[in-house]
């Protein structure tokens, strides 16, 4: 089975740069994806890795990193509209559900 | 290109009801999944369903079911209603395939409240 880690809680100042970790461990192993959620809406999808490496999407990274089993997403030039739940995923290889983390709370200060 | 429908948007029951929820997918996505959401748990995986097949199942009781229509459309089902199934419950749909399916789309939910 698939398992995620991410850190509960996130504190960050408006403007500033914030990285969001995420370790796993699955059987198999396709890729990382990474979920946005703001309070009363809907998960939305932010970013994929299939590769070692860094994905840049705007403000927004995603990195994995295979061998450690192990991602970020970054976040930069911190917006307060960026305060809002974000979870990874991954799923084992073969016909396997997509897993969440138990998502991380980022918190954007004045 | 429309966005996941979800109906109702919002329902209240009480124990030992049924209750069957709706979800219609993106045009051209064959693969739908449910999740149940409530605070502090995250996403917890209900099922997934591919041309209509179940193709996962998550460790829920026997009590939820699900299904899906030739159209992609599907409904879930959770009989015997239960306090602890309050919950937001999301449908989130996707193309299908092996890269795809990392790409999930999600429905605005159906807010179930049991009391």
């Known amino acids: 089975g698939q398992s995620l880690e991410q850190p509960s809680e996130v504190t960050a100042v408006e403007g500033a740069i914030v990285q969001i970790n995420c370790t796993y461990q699955t059987s198999g192993f396709y890729g990382l994806s990474w979920y946005q959620q703001h309070d009363g809406g809907a998960p939305t999808f932010l970013s994929y890795?299939?590769?070692?490496g860094l994905e840049e999407t705007g403000r927004f990274s995603s990195f994995l990193s295979r061998s450690d089993s192990y991602g970020y997403l970054l976040l930069q030039e911190l917006q307060m509209k960026d305060s809002a739940s974000y979870f990874c995923a991954v799923r084992d290889r073969g016909n396997t559900p997509l897993v969440f983390g138990k998502g991380t709370r980022l918190s954007v200060i004045a | 290109k429309a966005g996941v429908t979800q109906t109702p948007r919002y329902l209240i029951k009480t124990r030992g009801q049924q209750v069957t929820l709706s979800c219609s997918p993106i045009?051209?996505?064959?693969?739908v999944s449910w999740y149940q959401q409530t605070p502090g748990q995250g996403l917890q995986f209900l099922f997934e369903?591919?041309?209509?097949?179940?193709?996962n199942k998550g460790n829920f009781p026997g009590r939820f079911s699900g299904r899906q229509f030739s159209n992609s459309r599907s409904e879930m089902n959770v009989s015997t209603l239960e306090l602890g199934d309050s919950a937001l419950y999301l449908c989130?749909?996707?193309?299908?395939?092996?890269?795809?399916?990392?790409?999930?789309?999600f429905g605005p939910g159906t807010r179930l409240t049991v009391t």
């Open positions: 369903y591919f041309s209509e097949t179940q193709r």
């Open positions: 045009s051209g996505h064959r693969s």
């Open positions: 989130a749909s996707s193309l299908g395939t092996t890269s795809g399916f990392y790409e999930q789309y």
């Open positions: 890795n299939a590769l070692d």
